[in-house]
C-alpha cells in the first residue's frame, strides 16, 4: 500500500550533544531535535532526532534522521519509526535512504514494514510517501 502526504516542521531545535572525542572536519556536525505534522493520507505528528554534517551558507552536507510517528496511514491509527537520510550539494537531493524500523508498530500499524521517499517541491512543499505492508 501507499500513504501520501505533506508535512511542515512546527520546531527545529539544536541541541547541545556533541562528539566525543571531537574530531574537526571540513563540515560541522549538529544534532537537533524536531517535531512534524503531516497532513494527507499521512495525518500525525513525528519527533525527530536529526543529526547531519552541513555547511548552513553553501547549503552542503547529509542528514541522518530518525522519526517517531504517531497517527494514521490511510485511516488505520498506530504508531512506529522510520529512517531517513539524503546529501544535497545546494539544489539537489542524492543518497536517499527510507526505511520503516522492523517491528516498530503499534495499534492497527502493528507489523508494518516497507520503505517511502520524502521530496521537497521548488514552492518548498514538503511532500512525503510511505510504500508499506502490515503483517
Do not use: C
Not at 504508531?79 to 516498530?104: C, K, Q, W
Amino acid at each position: 500500500m501507499r500513504a501520501s502526504g505533506t508535512f511542515e516542521v512546527k520546531a527545529f531545535v539544536p541541541t547541545d550533544v556533541a562528539v566525543d572525542p571531537e574530531i574537526k572536519t571540513a563540515l560541522p556536525v549538529g544534532v537537533a531535535t524536531m517535531e512534524k505534522r503531516f497532513a494527507g493520507d499521512v495525518t500525525g505528528r513525528a519527533a525527530t532526532v536529526f543529526t547531519s554534517a552541513f555547511d548552513q551558507a553553501a547549503g552542503v552536507g547529509t542528514y541522518v534522521a530518525l522519526e517517531s510517528f504517531e497517527g494514521e496511514l490511510n485511516g488505520r491509527q498506530g504508531t512506529f519509526n522510520f529512517l531517513h537520510s539524503a546529501s544535497t550539494t545546494g539544489s539537489d537531493r542524492a543518497g536517499e535512504y527510507f526505511l520503516i524500523v522492523p517491528l516498530s508498530g503499534t495499534g492497527e500499524l502493528a507489523g508494518i514494514t516497507g520503505d517511502g521517499g520524502i521530496a521537497v517541491d521548488p514552492d518548498g512543499t514538503h511532500r512525503i510517501w510511505f510504500d508499506y505492508t502490515l503483517d
